[in-house]
């Protein structure tokens, strides 16, 4: 098998994988403080019927949160290490965001409960979790990863 990294990865590639690894670390600890309902998690709530609609999130909603936030941050530690299966992994987490997003701006009341960062955070992790698996994607097109 040959060695399909033949370009120096960019700079900007790895301020991005940086900037990967901690925006999903953070991704996981939200997930850890809503999995173990800290008491930061149910300060951070806006009203007690936010907080009791978050405190019961279905199971198949967490779980796609662990999905995204997960693969997410595993998904980052492979494209620091410049393995290709960082895109398969983005993917996955891609996949865990659109399923919590369906739970969270079209099943649940967040909008109600929020007002407009229910719908606005849920498009800025989208996004994200898009550019990610594409930039993924990029990386193995540009051999900066193999």
Known sequence: ???STSQKAPVLFWIISVIA???NAMGVYQYLQQAYQTDAFKASMPSEE???MALNTPSWAMSAFAVAVFFG???SIALILKKRWANTLFLISLIGIIVQMIH???ISDSIEMMGTIAIIFPIIILIIGVFLYFYSKKA???GWIS
């Open 1 to 3: 098998m040959s060695d």
């Open 21 to 23: 690894i901690i925006w």
């Open 50 to 52: 936010a907080l009791e």
């Open 73 to 75: 941050l595993l998904a």
């Open 104 to 106: 969270n701006v079209f």
């Open 140 to 142: 193995i097109a540009n």
